[in-house]
């Protein structure tokens, strides 16, 4: 069966600082990979996706088809990063991870 | 452009009963997905309706049921109510079936089985 694994339930860093939330898939095939994000009081919403390549709000990913990875990443976290971020293939959704960025 | 709207917001029932959950899906989008979130949890696929028709489904039971309107609205029907259907249910819409296109969620019906 199809799984994402999301290895960290909460990721704390510190403002300015790169950020690295990780994703690991199990499908061999071609994979249909997200990022959604949910900010505090927010619905949960796209922030991007591996077949568009786009960075949005500083954050990108990169697939790994060697390691089955689509890791989260951002060069400098700002304090409105903080957020509950999933990583989804297709419908497959992991657990989570919590950012916190500290001041 | 309307976005994913879901009634009710919050709601309690008891093991055994049964519940209707409702969403309306966003503007000119065909494709309607329901998805449980447990606390601490991912959404868990439960379906999706493509067209009045379901176009795929995740590792619910059959009590887990739903239905597509010809306005794309969608409910989500739970029979036997068990305590652990305890959730936050998410409804997502798309602007065409399959797991490749980004779905757009509402804010979720609260349910909540005692």
């Known amino acids: 069966a199809q799984r994402v694994t999301q290895p960290e339930k909460l990721l704390s860093v510190f403002k300015g600082a790169p950020v690295e939330l990780k994703c690991n898939y199990s499908?061999?095939?071609?994979?249909?990979l997200f990022w959604y994000v949910q900010y505090s009081r927010q619905r949960l919403q796209l922030l991007l996706r591996?077949?568009s390549r786009e960075s949005i709000k500083g954050f990108t990913a990169d697939l790994n088809k060697g390691e089955t990875s689509f890791h989260l990443k951002k060069p400098f976290a700002q304090e409105e990063d903080s957020a509950m971020y999933y990583c989804a293939q297709g419908y497959i959704f992991g657990t989570g991870t919590r950012l916190k960025v500290l001041a | 452009e309307t976005g994913v709207t879901q009634s009710p917001t919050h709601l309690i029932k008891t093991r055994g009963q049964q519940v209707t959950l409702r969403c309306s899906s966003q503007s000119g989008h065909n494709t309607v997905s329901w998805y449980q979130q447990a606390l601490g949890q991912g959404p868990q696929f439960i379906f999706q309706y493509y067209r009045e028709e379901e176009n795929g489904r995740g590792n619910f039971p059959p009590r887990f049921s739903g239905l597509q309107f010809p306005n794309y609205s969608s409910e989500l029907n739970v029979n036997a109510l068990e305590l652990d259907d305890s959730a936050l249910y998410l409804c997502?819409?798309?602007?065409?079936?399959?797991?490749?296109?980004?779905?757009?969620f509402g804010e979720g019906s609260w349910l909540t089985v005692v």
């Open positions: 997502a819409s798309s602007e065409r079936r399959g797991p490749g296109n980004t779905i757009y």
């Open positions: 591996h077949i």
């Open positions: 499908y061999s095939g071609s994979p249909e």
